[in-house]
């Protein structure tokens, strides 16, 4: 139980940590906007409002983007100091940093990849949209799947990482086991974040 809000507390944390940095690089882009523990959208107003992107829905996507890197950066920082951390506690942290901020990025990034191939749809996702960025720079069409591909390369490079180190001390069995917790942990998240996001936020003006 621990465990699971532990998993719970360290998701709604870094997800956040995900959205301002999608609100700083706006600002720094020029575009007024607001951010919470959700969605972007126009600057002082929540996603319960009928116009919550009257405005923001026009904004084009662009490779100035802080929101994955951050996750992504948080998730290699919690691999490296749970594999150099003594105390207890502080691998425990440690290990939820690594394991959700993994998980963030691994579980949209295999939508952005397989619903393509499996629909021919397009599943739009940050990693997606900066892809059509380098798409659009590049002329080189494969490019659109290249940051989805590389999310995915380090999101189970830290989860391997993590697996590794922790079946010296565990069996196969429990490890799966606090895998699906801390899976099930980011579903719950999410629902929590859906409320909190009517509830706080961050408006980001033109820096």
């Given at each position: 139980m621990?465990?699971?809000?532990?998993?719970?507390?360290?998701?709604?944390?870094?997800?956040?940590?995900?959205?301002c940095?999608?609100?700083f690089?706006?600002?720094?882009?020029g575009?007024?906007?607001?951010?919470?523990?959700n969605r972007?959208?126009?600057?002082?107003?929540?996603p319960?409002?009928?116009?919550?992107?009257?405005?923001?829905s026009?904004?084009?996507?662009?490779?100035?983007?802080f929101g994955?890197?951050?996750?992504?950066?948080?998730?290699?920082?919690?691999?490296?100091?749970?594999?150099?951390a003594?105390?207890?506690?502080?691998?425990?942290v440690a290990?939820s940093?690594?394991?959700?901020?993994s998980?963030m990025?691994?579980?949209p990034?295999l939508?952005?990849?397989?619903v393509?191939l499996?629909?021919?749809?397009i599943?739009?996702?940050?990693e997606?949209?900066?892809?059509?960025?380098?798409v659009?720079?590049?002329g080189?069409?494969?490019?659109?799947?290249?940051p989805?591909?590389l999310?995915i390369f380090?999101?189970?490079?830290?989860?391997v990482?993590?697996?590794?180190?922790?079946?010296?001390?565990?069996s196969?069995?429990?490890?799966?086991?606090?895998?699906?917790?801390?899976l099930?942990?980011?579903f719950?998240a999410?629902?929590?974040?859906n409320?909190?996001?009517?509830?706080?936020r961050?408006?980001?003006t033109?820096r």
């Open positions: 621990r465990w699971f809000i532990m998993c719970i507390a360290v998701f709604l944390i870094s997800i956040f940590i995900h959205e940095g999608h609100g690089a706006n600002s720094l882009r575009i007024e906007c607001s951010s919470g523990f972007i959208g126009d600057i002082y107003k929540y319960k409002d009928a116009d919550f992107r009257a405005e923001y026009s904004v084009s996507d662009s490779m100035l983007d994955v890197p951050a996750t992504l950066l948080l998730a290699i920082m919690g691999t490296v100091v749970f594999y150099k003594k105390g207890e506690k502080s691998r425990m290990l940093l690594a394991a959700t901020n998980i990025r691994l579980i990034c939508f952005v990849v397989m393509p499996l629909t021919g749809k599943h739009n996702e940050d997606y949209g900066i892809g059509f960025e380098l659009k720079v590049t080189a069409s494969w490019f659109v799947y290249l989805a591909l999310s380090i999101s189970i490079m830290c989860i990482c993590l697996y590794k180190k922790l079946k010296v001390k565990m196969n069995k429990r490890f799966w086991d606090y895998g699906s917790l801390t099930f942990s980011f719950v999410m629902i929590i974040t409320i909190l996001d009517n509830i706080f961050i408006n980001w033109v």
